[in-house]
């Protein structure tokens, strides 16, 4: 058995509809009898895999964040790689849309920006392996089943990847609070890649000089900058409504 565990209902039922096969065990909180619980224990069972009612306590225990009465454990999901990565975009039948966050390292973030990038149809995210947030239970749980539905692409030498991006024509936007161009000037209609910094510095120097096009998000009041997740949010959205118009 595995030692990760995924919880909340969005996360569980996102595990269940997707990658049924990494589903291990399910703990429910007792005193539950409506319709969801119904229809994920009826799916487990068709599943064949264990069970059981708990009392809430037991929950607490096994994870630390809001669980909403349901914990499962689960087996280790399969890391994307650079190569699955390019494989991806090769066969895609859509330009390129992609995010980049270059050193987030607060899971609540990396769940945060993984939420949003369903939303808007991002077709992968990508992180550097090394100093960065992994998808712990707390950000799958933040990402509300998204985790499982975009992939996480975790590369040793980010640098690299961004280059083998640019050769496949992906148009790299970064983003920094003291950029000259406004998000509202930027094109995103493109083949494009969205890059956001670390929550403390912003991007790494090298990733910076990667970019094609630096862009703020205006802050008119007296705070220098954004959440990274909110501003993941801001552009991303500005990007989808340039694609779909
Ligand atoms: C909290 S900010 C980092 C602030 C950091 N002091 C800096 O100099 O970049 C984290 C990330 O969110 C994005 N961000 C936040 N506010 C922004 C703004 N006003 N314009 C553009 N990007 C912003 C950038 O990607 C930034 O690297």
Redesign the pocket.
Known sequence: MSDEFVFGWHAVEAVLKREPERLQRVWIQTGRQDRRVKTVTVALDELGVSWQLVHRRELDERVAGVHQGVVAQVGKSQEWSEADLLALLDGADKPPFLLVL?G?TDPHNLGACLRTADAVGVQAVIVPKDKSASLTPTARKVACGAAETVPLVRVTNLARTLRELQERGVWLI??????DSS?YQADFRGPVAL?????????RRLTREHCDLL?????LGHV?????????G??LYEALRQRQG
């Open positions: 270059d987030v970064g983003t920094a609070g003291e950029a998000l890059v956001m910094g670390a929550e403390g510095k912003g991007m862009i703020n998000i205006p802050m220098d900058s954004l959440n990274v997740s909110v501003a993941t801001v552009c």
